[in-house]
């Protein structure tokens, strides 16, 4: 079991960036992969990036390929996410989760999550 906390959410203007950090208590951090969503008020929480536990296999979504990196190391029990050419349609909640599952995009396969943390990026 992992219980994901998430941080370094802000307020950025576009074209700027921001590093999420997310550190996940538990001995079996290293086991899971772990993955970030994002939900907008009013929209459905989606899919944003994943890193497998032995980071061998990284993916994103369409809308962030090319600006975002997902990044983990096993011995802080952290899983990072650097934000590059923010935009303002990437304002959203930033959650970060844990699944068991070793490669997956799918939401339902997530079994822990943490709180969140807000990103605002102004135009």
């Known amino acids: 079991q992992v219980q994901p906390v998430e941080s370094g959410g802000g307020l950025v203007q576009t074209g700027g960036s921001l590093r999420l950090s997310c550190a996940a208590s538990g001995q079996t951090f290293s086991t899971y992969t772990m993955g970030w969503f994002r939900q907008a008020p009013g929209k459905e929480r989606d899919f944003v990036a994943a890193i497998t536990w032995n980071s061998a296999s990284t993916f994103y979504a369409n809308s962030v390929k090319g600006r975002f990196t997902i990044s983990r190391d096993n011995a802080k029990n952290t899983v990072y996410l650097q934000m590059n050419s923010l935009k303002f349609e990437d304002t959203a909640v930033y959650y970060c989760?844990?699944?068991?599952?070793?490669?997956?995009?799918?939401?339902?396969?997530?079994?822990?999550w943490g709180q969140g943390t807000q990103v605002t990026v102004s135009s």
């Open positions: 989760a844990a699944s068991r599952t070793y490669r997956t995009e799918s939401r339902d396969s997530y079994e822990y």
